[in-house]
């Protein structure tokens, strides 16, 4: 396996107050990755700062063994990295199909892009019936389907997700979640999954990293971590 | 009867003007939140163009076109430069900055091509067939073509990918980032079509107003009534404002205050509307779940 993301001593910063520090940290190609961690870890200011969205950043980020820490967001998200942010980031005015076909703005392969409506409306069906209907009106967890949707219009070839489960009910979790693993298996579009949600994370992901207060503190198969006793009693609860 | 008729029908034509001016001023609106004061001398700038080509010697249609184009990049560029460097500035600054851009404009205009009223042609030969005892060729014209830049700045904004982005951009520039739009050049964009618009309103106006550096401070009043009276982030509710406003001032100055007071109608609107309805008779309401 080799890395298709890559982080060397990463510092970020929302104005003066210091948030990631010297955080290391490899996404494989194929492969999905867990970043867990407390609330304010800094979990999201991690995904954040690799699309230099937000914060202040210093430090190496290399995507497919080139450099990126001085690309605008929008040069990065042309390369293939689709972020699912934190709150989904809907344009809730805008009806679902405009949703999609933002999604796939940069791209100018209009036939594969015709495929492409189809392939997100077979896994999440509930938007096709939504199709003409605006972002805003949908409930929660077709948001969420919808936010993820549109990143995949993108034909990534990596996706940053922030939280997918927050504020869903468990079933829909579960539903989201091996949708996800089906990307991943079928399309090969690696993942970088924030999650407060450790066990879920730690069932679909084969490599974990877990975040303390902007540090990294410990790193490793997702197998290995889930069976580390700190790791359990702090975030599986058992 | 007959003259309220006329009256009605020249203040449709009046306020399609009104309506372009308007649309221009939603247009950066919405996409900024900062209301554009110098929308009225971009425009009077624009026609001054028009008039230097027609005087040139180029026919009516090729100067409009290619005034239209001047002021798309005329729009670009005061983005891009005058705008970009305050993107982040309270909005008491940039509300300076379009001050002192209308200041600008206005004694660019009057130093180039000094004080002087000229006239301006119209394209509507006086004794064409769609004129009548109540609308002058030329009225009705300026309602075709608003009517015809209102057509396409929908199509614009409804079916092209171009159009898509620029509205993704104004509501949501962060998400907009994160699928790969360039949300400077979408503003920039916007500036220049609303400094197109603006100058088709200009264009339209000068044959009846005659041309000066002053030409458009009246208009830009009334386009800020209609956009508010339309509600401010709504571009058609701007524009119905505009007509509505139109016919409004005529029958206020033919029947009510004198044409004298005219321009206070366009004061009473803005006042009335913010007291009565601030977000305007088509202000949008979000359906949004939380």
Redesign the interface.
Known sequence: MTALLETRQLDAAYGPSRVLHAVDLVVEEGGITALLGANGAGKTTLLRSLCNMMCRRSGEIRFDGKPIDRLQTEEIVRLGIAHVPDGRGTFVDLTVEENLRLGAYTRRDRRAVAEDFERVYGYFPRLKERRRQQAGTLSGGEQQMLAISRALMLRPRLLLLDEPSFGLAPIIVKDIFRILGAINREERVSMLLVEQNAKIALSLADHAYLLETGRIVMGGAASVIADDDAVRRAYLGY | MQALLHQILSGLANGGIYASVALALVMIYQSTHHVNYAQGEMAMFSTYFAWTLIDAGVPYWGAFFLTILFSFGLGVLIERVILRPVANAPVLSVVVVFIGLLVILNSLAGWIYSYMIKSFPSPFPNDAWYGSAYMSPHEVGMIGVTLAVLLLVFLFFRFT?LG??M??AA??P??????????GWMLAIGWGLAGAVGSVAGMMAAPVLYLDPNMMTGVVLYGFAAALLGGIDNPWGAAFGGFIVGVMENIAGAYVVGTELKLTVALVIIIGVLIVKPSGLFGRV????V
């Not at chain 2, 962060?174 to 949300?183: A, C, D, E, F, P």
């Open positions: 990918p898509l982005a509205r993704a509501q949501n962060v998400s907009s980032r994160l699928v790969g739009i360039r949300v979000l359906v949004q779940r």
